[in-house]
């Protein structure tokens, strides 16, 4: 299948920091992808969608000034976690959506990132 | 509204014991129902994509089915290695986000 890395896989920071988390489609173009949050034994929660080259669309309650995000290229998206709380503690997971072909349709995940701010 | 439910919540089987997850739904125009297997601290891991109802797919010991109101992931002879949460997604014609359930915890002992 389809490869999607992300990075880092754990990040500790202060309160009042910010954390950059990268995800990339490493055999394939997207030019779609997704942002999830998860917490302890819940689904996944959807808090963006991002399309190379334009604005993200954020679902309802995510604060777009809080959690950047942009897609500059059709591999590369960045989450950027702007002046963290505790409570942003979470596992983040980017996808990315297959093109044409035999992945038409199926969301390839990356190995999430588990965000503790102190 | 489009739902997704998963049952059992957690199953725990032993090695050999086969067994089948259920996944219910209800969606407008459904566009793909899809598996994920999620090991603890990583991301899903793609399963299967089903579009219609009577389809099947296999893979070693999954085999994945699909009605019009449920898809079931059956696990024949499983082993330890297969311990994971399995996910379930449904894609419904109205809207083009996946709609997840929480997940069957599927425990094997050796």
């Known amino acids: 299948g389809a490869v999607v890395s992300q990075h880092p896989s754990w990040v500790i920071c202060k309160s009042g920091t910010s954390v950059k988390i990268e995800c990339r489609s490493l055999d394939f173009q997207a030019t779609t992808m997704f942002w999830y949050r998860q917490f302890p034994k819940q689904s996944l929660m959807l808090m963006a969608t991002?399309?190379?080259?334009?604005?993200?669309?954020?679902e309802q309650g995510v604060e777009k000034d809080k959690f950047l995000i942009n897609h500059a290229s059709l591999t590369l998206s960045t989450l950027t976690v702007t002046s963290a709380h505790p409570e942003d503690s979470s596992f983040y997971i980017c996808?990315?959506?297959?093109?044409?072909?035999?992945?038409?349709?199926?969301?390839?995940f990356g190995e999430g990132s588990r965000l503790t701010v102190l | 509204e489009d739902q997704v439910t998963q049952s059992p919540e957690a199953l725990r089987l032993q090695e050999g014991e086969s067994s089948s997850l259920n996944c219910s739904y209800t969606v407008s125009g459904l566009r793909g129902l899809f598996w994920y297997r999620q090991d603890p601290g990583k991301g899903p891991e793609f399963l299967f994509t089903?579009?219609?109802?009577?389809e099947e797919k296999e893979k070693e010991r999954l085999k994945a089915t699909l009605t019009k109101k449920e898809s079931f992931l059956h696990i024949t002879a499983p082993k330890p290695e297969d311990s994971a949460t399995y996910l379930c997604a449904v894609r419904g014609g109205n809207n083009r986000k996946l709609i997840w359930g929480l997940g069957t915890s599927l425990a094997v002992n050796p």
């Open positions: 991002s399309n190379e080259g334009s604005k993200a669309t954020y």
């Open positions: 089903l579009y219609s109802a009577g």
């Open positions: 996808s990315a959506r297959g093109l044409a072909g035999r992945h038409t349709g199926e969301l390839f």
